[in-house]
């Protein structure tokens, strides 16, 4: 992984591939990254569901000289070995060489009912083995309309208080704009990330590494107007990273946001 402090300046594009992927078509995908350009002011990251994961950071040991950073989709919500059928612990991805892991995102709490509590021991799970945990935040449309969007965030964003690292990142995602081709406007991402990063200070303290990421509907066409946003400090892209045509033309406007 680059140096600790280089990517906490870095614009950061996180491709999140949900529950899609074929071993070939993997590898295929890796090796079209080949020719991408090595872009210094970006860092990539392809979250993989996680029996492709260790093909994945192969591929880009092996072909990509680890430009693009191995992330995963979710953890188990317990720290250690044991009688947990089904379960991938925070341990057994540090093994595999995962960088960075998601966490509570909006999917995870829409179809799995996953909220506040079990999220804050997946992030002290991440954090306890040196990976880097990324809090999915979001609103419904419902929590909008009514006016909520703030005090939702605030609320989803508390379980960063007490945590035992300098390195916040969060990713902000909107559930009504997530796969809806509804994109949110450049005014209420600023609005929602400043909000974020204030929170964050508040709940973490003044001297804290910060990264905010956009996601929901980002594409190659509206890529270039997100980052221009203040305090977006990245992108997690769903629909949008499955080719390598967008999700480089994404990487490309990061790199020159
Ligand atoms: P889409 O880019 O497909 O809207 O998905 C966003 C997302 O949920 C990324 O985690």
Redesign the pocket.
């Known amino acids: 992984m680059q140096s600790e402090n280089t990517m906490w300046q870095q614009k950061w594009v996180i491709g ?1 591939w949900k529950m899609n992927g074929r071993l070939q078509n993997n590898n295929a995908l890796m090796h079209r990254f080949r020719v991408m350009p090595t872009v210094d002011s970006v860092l990539i990251g392809l979250a993989a569901p996680t029996v492709y994961l260790l093909q994945l950071h192969n591929a880009m040991q092996i072909v990509l000289n680890n430009r693009i950073l191995t992330c995963a989709q979710d953890v188990s919500k317990f720290p250690d070995n044991g009688a947990y059928t089904g379960e991938v612990s925070a341990e057994m991805l540090a093994d595999i060489g995962t960088d960075i892991v998601l966490i509570g ?1 909006s999917e995870r709490s829409l179809y799995f009912g996953e909220k506040n509590e079990i999220q804050r021991l997946k992030m002290e799970n991440v954090l306890n083995v040196g990976l880097i945990p990324l809090l ?1 935040v979001g609103e419904s449309l419902e929590e909008r309309e009514a006016g909520r969007e703030q005090e939702v965030i605030a609320d989803q964003l508390s379980i960063l208080k007490g945590l035992n690292t300098k390195n916040i990142a969060v990713a902000y ?1 909107p559930v009504w ?3 809806t081709g509804k994109v949110a406007t450049t005014d209420q991402i600023a609005a929602m990330h400043g909000f974020i990063h204030k929170e964050i200070l508040s709940l973490c303290g003044n001297d804290v590494n910060i990264r905010i990421l956009y ?4 594409n190659a066409n509206n890529a270039a107007a997100i980052f221009a946003v203040p305090y977006v400090d990245g992108a ?5 990273s499955l080719s390598y045509e967008s999700f480089a033309a994404i990487i490309n406007a990061a790199q020159e946001a």
Do not use: D, K
């Open positions: 999140n995102h999915c995602e704009a997530i796969g996601g929901g509907s980002v997690l892209v769903g629909g949008a």
